[in-house]
């Protein structure tokens, strides 16, 4: 039966058909909820709205808790996924020493409690105390607050992931943890938790960005404090992660004997939810087909949807235009599409490279190659004891000759957050350009192409809840259009002769033969529904179980974290005294716990701290604090076992 033959009008099938997929699946009205215990003491200047935060482009937003959720934490997990090989041993560029790169092994015989982020920067991931390194930087704000002891005094936002209306590059920093009280320090005794007190009532909800310098409990710790604690009581988190799970089905699985999947491999993959896996499947049901070059219904809507994702992906990382994004396969081929194409035109010999001693092998390899086969020379940023680059060292590797700097913005190894904006800044004044790797950092920061002012930025779709073998690389336009095409063949093509060819400009000349038109549309809406929570509640949710968890495992007897800088996001690697990192993995996967062990396609810089392998568990928004109990309460059982021995 024809639609036209059915009385039906087409328009408002479109619109109805519209409506449904922009929907959340799973989502529900918020329910009203009793004021629940508050973490410690928090102060929640701007307290979230009634049923949400509303995200722009969405009537129904996911129902957001006004106050913190009773609601109990649940467990999960699952396997987690392939990288990227070790480095081909034929190739053999030029690699200048540093200083500060020996292995310092000081400390790695017993706990170590990292200081864990307490500020940040007018952009994502910039430790404030790298701000007053760069010649001509904005001088760091004062604030000024009655109520707080100036030595106590938070940053304006205590975020240090999250993005600020100011373009300084620093912010106030904060006190250090005081540790002066510790009298258990390898954690024989049971952690106490935070008493559960009231929260008051707001009288008025306000918009979150209202909020002027609100007091948050790991912002204000310039008193002296009691033996360390866990901040936040298991069940209390910025949104009812019961609701969050539900959409995501895989958290569900039962594994070995029906024990819950705790999924702490976040940082090789993370799950999808619902509504990603019903787009993909609704595009093959009522969209397939190929794009941009038939003149039927369905290219018609697979085109739309198509670029309709671009445009999603241009507004989630702050691009200009929808032309500076270019789909790839993912993190891996966008560094060697920059490496073979604006790599092979820019860079020759004598010309210099600097990556950092964190990066992923992903973000070596491609640029040894390249090294490699134009006689260039690979420079690599140090990094200190905690894990942090150095910043000072950094700029004594910048010269006339650095042509490219290539850094990831958090390590997937340790979980760092790199001073990018400052990377960047500084690298600019010497004439260079700068790749952003996003992998580790789209799906728990903000991120903002134009404030960081990067001029690559690239990242995987599977890494932020959409599906795999999508991937992005974001190119400032003017770049792009003086860049030579990585690949040749259909689609990236004006007019081909046998005498020559003339190519589209970016983003096609970039995307030869057919994409992978499915994925595409499957990450954009991994990006809506991130957008629908809000990057902001999921950064802060996040920060809530980094804590908490890193504090639990601290306590640990013989259990030695490894990448303490102050500023990390949601990687908590350790290793296990008399276990191997195979040992400690197999026995947490017998409880359901899923975690990677290995060198996580990042040798270098385990081997920076005298280390072949660790354990990596990582978090997500969706993961609870009671999974994290389980996690330390498993590896505590495991080490009690081989003390008895």
């Given at each position: 039966?024809?639609?036209?033959?059915?009385?039906?009008?087409?328009?408002?099938?479109?619109?109805?058909?519209?409506?449904?997929?922009?929907?959340?699946?799973?989502?529900?009205?918020?329910?009203?909820?009793?004021?629940?215990?508050?973490?410690?003491?928090?102060?929640?200047?701007?307290?979230?709205?009634?049923?949400?935060?509303?995200?722009?482009?969405?009537?129904?937003?996911?129902?957001?808790?006004?106050?913190?959720?009773?609601?109990?934490?649940?467990?999960?997990?699952?396997?987690?996924?392939?990288?990227?090989?070790?480095?081909?041993?034929?190739?053999?560029?030029?690699?200048?020493?540093?200083?500060?790169?020996?292995?310092?092994?000081?400390?790695?015989?017993?706990?170590?409690?990292?200081?864990?982020?307490?500020?940040?920067?007018?952009?994502?991931?910039?430790?404030?105390?790298?701000?007053?390194?760069?010649?001509?930087a904005a001088p760091t704000?004062?604030?000024?607050?009655?109520?707080?002891?100036?030595?106590?005094?938070?940053?304006?936002?205590?975020?240090?992931?999250?993005?600020?209306?100011?373009?300084?590059?620093?912010?106030?920093?904060?006190?250090?943890?005081?540790?002066?009280g510790l009298s258990d320090?390898?954690?024989?005794?049971?952690?106490?938790?935070?008493?559960?007190?009231?929260?008051?009532?707001?009288?008025?909800?306000?918009?979150?960005?209202?909020?002027?310098?609100?007091?948050?409990?790991?912002?204000?710790?310039?008193?002296?404090?009691?033996?360390?604690?866990?901040?936040?009581?298991?069940?209390?988190?910025?949104?009812?992660?019961?609701?969050?799970?539900?959409?995501?089905?895989?958290?569900?699985?039962?594994?070995?004997?029906?024990?819950?999947?705790?999924?702490?491999?976040?940082?090789?993959?993370?799950?999808?939810?619902?509504?990603?896996?019903?787009?993909?499947?609704?595009?093959?049901?009522?969209?397939?087909?190929?794009?941009?070059?038939?003149?039927?219904?369905?290219?018609?809507?697979?085109?739309?949807?198509?670029?309709?994702?671009?445009?999603?992906?241009?507004?989630?990382?702050?691009?200009?235009?929808?032309?500076?994004?270019?789909?790839?396969?993912?993190?891996?081929?966008?560094?060697?599409?920059?490496?073979?194409?604006?790599?092979?035109?820019?860079?020759?010999?004598?010309?210099?490279?600097?990556?950092?001693?964190?990066?992923?092998?992903?973000?070596?390899?491609?640029?040894?190659?390249?090294?490699?086969?134009?006689?260039?020379?690979?420079?690599?940023?140090?990094?200190?004891?905690?894990?942090?680059?150095?910043?000072?060292?950094?700029?004594?590797?910048?010269?006339?000759?650095?042509?490219?700097?290539?850094?990831?913005?958090?390590?997937?190894?340790?979980?760092?957050?790199?001073?990018?904006?400052?990377?960047?800044?500084?690298?600019?004044?010497?004439?260079?350009?700068?790749?952003?790797?996003?992998?580790?950092?789209?799906?728990?920061?903000?991120?903002?192409?134009?404030?960081?002012?990067?001029?690559?930025?690239?990242?995987?779709?599977?890494?932020?809840?959409?599906?795999?073998?999508?991937?992005?690389?974001?190119?400032?336009?003017?770049?792009?259009?003086?860049?030579?095409?990585?690949?040749?063949?259909?689609?990236?093509?004006?007019?081909?002769?046998?005498?020559?060819?003339?190519?589209?400009?970016?983003?096609?000349?970039?995307?030869?033969?057919?994409?992978?038109?499915?994925?595409?549309?499957?990450?954009?809406?991994?990006?809506?529904?991130?957008?629908?929570?809000?990057?902001?509640?999921?950064?802060?949710?996040?920060?809530?179980?980094?804590?908490?968890?890193?504090?639990?495992?601290?306590?640990?007897?013989?259990?030695?974290?490894?990448?303490?800088?102050?500023?990390?996001?949601?990687?908590?690697?350790?290793?296990?005294?008399?276990?191997?990192?195979?040992?400690?993995?197999?026995?947490?996967?017998?409880?359901?716990?899923?975690?990677?062990?290995?060198?996580?396609?990042?040798?270098?810089?385990?081997?920076?701290f005298g280390l072949e392998?660790?354990?990596?568990?990582?978090?997500?928004?969706?993961?609870?604090?009671?999974?994290?109990?389980?996690?330390?309460?498993?590896?505590?059982?495991?080490?009690?076992?081989?003390?008895?021995?």
């Amino acid at each position: 039966m024809s639609v036209s033959g059915s009385g039906l009008d087409p328009a408002a099938l479109q619109a109805m058909a519209n409506a449904m997929f922009s929907a959340l699946p799973g989502a529900e009205p918020a329910l009203a909820q009793a004021p629940a215990a508050p973490r410690g003491p928090i102060n929640l200047a701007s307290p979230l709205p009634p049923g949400g935060i509303p995200v722009a482009g969405h009537n129904n937003p996911l129902p957001v808790a006004t106050t913190l959720p009773m609601t109990p934490p649940m467990r999960t997990t699952q396997p987690g996924a392939a990288e990227l090989a070790a480095p081909p041993s034929f190739i053999t560029p030029r690699v200048l020493p540093t200083q500060a790169q020996t292995p310092d092994l000081h400390g790695l015989q017993s706990t170590v409690l990292p200081a864990l982020p307490k500020g940040g920067s007018g952009f994502a991931g910039v430790p404030e105390a790298f701000a007053a390194l760069i010649p001509g930087a904005a001088p760091t704000p004062n604030l000024s607050d009655a109520a707080v002891p100036s030595a106590v005094q938070p940053p304006s936002n205590p975020y240090y992931f999250l993005g600020e209306a100011s373009s300084t590059s620093g912010v106030p920093a904060a006190p250090p943890l005081k540790l002066d009280g510790l009298s258990d320090r390898f954690g024989l005794s049971t952690p106490t938790r935070v008493p559960a007190t009231p929260l008051a009532t707001p009288s008025a909800p306000s918009s979150p960005s209202s909020a002027s310098a609100p007091s948050f409990y790991f912002a204000d710790l310039g008193a002296a404090q009691p033996a360390p604690t866990p901040k936040v009581a298991p069940g209390r988190g910025i949104f009812d992660v019961a609701t969050i799970r539900r959409d995501f089905p895989i958290l569900s699985t039962k594994v070995n004997g029906g024990k819950p999947l705790v999924w702490l491999d976040n940082a090789a993959t993370t799950q999808k939810p619902q509504s990603v896996i019903d787009r993909i499947a609704y595009f093959y049901a009522h969209e397939n087909s190929n794009i941009h070059r038939a003149a039927h219904e369905l290219a018609a809507r697979a085109t739309d949807a198509y670029e309709a994702a671009r445009k999603k992906v241009a507004r989630f990382i702050g691009a200009s235009t929808p032309d500076e994004i270019i789909f790839v396969r993912g993190t891996t081929e966008a560094i060697n599409l920059v490496a073979q194409s604006w790599g092979k035109q820019n860079i020759g010999e004598g010309d210099e490279i600097v990556i950092s001693h964190l990066e992923h092998h992903a973000n070596i390899v491609p640029w040894q190659m390249l090294a490699a086969e134009k006689g260039a020379v690979l420079r690599v940023i140090p990094v200190d004891n905690t894990g942090q680059v150095r910043l000072d060292e950094y700029q004594k590797l910048l010269n006339h000759r650095t042509r490219i700097v290539s850094v990831t913005q958090v390590s997937n190894a340790l979980g760092t957050v790199v001073p990018v904006k400052e990377i960047i800044d500084l690298a600019h004044r010497a004439g260079a350009k700068v790749l952003i790797d996003g992998a580790q950092s789209v799906s728990h920061m903000k991120v903002d192409v134009q404030a960081l002012d990067a001029d690559f930025f690239v990242f995987s779709g599977h890494k932020v809840f959409g599906p795999t073998g999508i991937g992005v690389v974001y190119g400032k336009k003017e770049i792009l259009e003086h860049t030579p095409p990585y690949q040749g063949g259909g689609n990236m093509i004006q007019d081909v002769t046998f005498e020559k060819t003339v190519y589209h400009g970016p983003p096609a000349r970039f995307e030869a033969g057919t994409g992978n038109i499915a994925d595409a549309v499957g990450l954009g809406a991994a990006i809506d529904y991130v957008e629908r929570i809000g990057i902001e509640n999921i950064a802060r949710a996040e920060h809530d179980l980094l804590e908490y968890g890193t504090d639990l495992l601290c306590r640990i007897p013989g259990l030695c974290m490894i990448g303490t800088a102050a500023h990390k996001t949601s990687v908590m690697s350790f290793v296990l005294d008399g276990f191997t990192t195979n040992e400690v993995g197999q026995a947490l996967s017998e409880e359901g716990i899923a975690v990677r062990t290995g060198h996580h396609c990042a040798q270098p810089i385990l081997r920076r701290f005298g280390l072949e392998f660790t354990v990596r568990p990582s978090l997500a928004f969706y993961n609870t604090f009671e999974e994290l109990d389980l996690l330390a309460d498993t590896v505590r059982r495991l080490a009690q076992t081989r003390r008895r021995g």
